[in-house]
């Protein structure tokens, strides 16, 4: 038991002298991590079942160059949930065409 306790003191003495290092390490991987899952407005309202204001803001992100396969999911998600069917395909077939990642999710919303 005297061991243990020995090593666990070791352990904490090392985080303690190392603490600034590792406090300006977990700041930067926060600070990517919240931009790699970072919400547009768009997919925070479509996850809000808002799909007809979503669409509006999601367009706005494409128009803007802030595009992922998320955006155009998302969009075509919700031109499907208000009926429009025709253009959610549209829309899936695009985001094909213009993103490198996320194209599987893609087709299988297309249906094809």
């Known amino acids: 038991m005297c061991w243990l306790w020995f090593t666990l003191v070791q352990a904490f003495e090392l985080f303690v002298k190392h603490l600034p290092t590792f406090t300006i390490f977990t700041f930067f991987v926060l600070i990517i991590a919240s931009s790699l899952f970072a919400e547009t407005e768009g997919e925070k309202l479509f996850k809000s079942n808002n ?62």
């Open 51 to 112: 799909p007809g204001a979503a669409i509006e803001l999601l367009e706005k992100d494409i128009e803007n160059q802030n595009i992922s396969s998320d955006t155009y999911n998302y969009l075509g998600l919700a031109y499907f949930q208000i009926g429009e069917y025709d253009k959610a395909v549209e829309v899936f077939e695009k985001g094909q065409k213009n993103v490198t990642s996320g194209r599987k999710l893609l087709y299988f919303n297309k249906g094809k």
